[in-house]
């Protein structure tokens, strides 16, 4: 009687778990399936007909998910050449977009770049410093890397990715400093 109790208690875990298991999964194929749906129905339509600054810069962003960084950037380019005609508040956007898609690319000059015009259309982009203090990392500019996580810090004092590169960064300078 005990054996059999046990034995229900374990094939109603198992099942439960395979329930979770096959919802979790169901899930992730409707919303790849969206994802697809939406990536397909953009590439054909930017590619038969010219699309709008929204539409680029949509399918730019569902390439860099899918870590198409050169096929995101063409799209990107699109977007910021459409939007200089209509919103310029989304340029910064767009240009840090760019910068990440170059970064990812490992060509951190490219992404420098277009992190500091970014910056430039909006000061106060704390993404865009942080992408920028991440890149001047990677070609091991330590003090440059530093005051643009500063920088971040100065306009938003919580910004926990500024905090922890800077902390490390400081303790990095710190040792050379002192020797």
């Not at 919802?23 to 992730?28: D, E, F, K, N």
Request: net charge positive; charged share 25%.
């Amino acid at each position: 009687m005990e054996n059999s109790n046990l034995l229900l208690t374990y094939l109603a875990t198992l099942l439960g778990l395979l329930a979770i298991a096959a919802a979790l999964i169901v899930r992730q194929v409707f919303k790849t399936r969206r994802v697809e749906t939406t990536l397909n129905r953009l590439q054909n339509k930017v590619s038969k007909e010219k699309g709008n600054a929204q539409e680029y810069y949509e399918l730019g962003s569902l390439l860099l998910d899918k870590k198409l960084y050169t096929q995101a950037t063409a799209q990107l380019k699109q977007a910021l050449i459409a939007f200089l005609n209509l919103v310029k508040a989304y340029i910064p956007l767009i240009l840090n977009a760019l910068g990440y898609a170059y970064f990812a690319q490992d060509q951190y000059d490219l992404a420098i770049r277009h992190y500091k015009d970014a910056l430039e259309k909006e000061p106060g982009y704390v993404t865009a410093l942080n992408n920028l203090g991440h890149s001047y990392e990677r070609k091991q500019l330590t003090t440059q890397a530093l005051e643009s996580y500063e920088q971040a810090l100065r306009l938003e004092p919580d910004n926990k990715t500024a905090k922890r590169r800077a902390d490390s960064l400081r303790k990095r300078v710190a040792p050379a400093s002192e020797a």
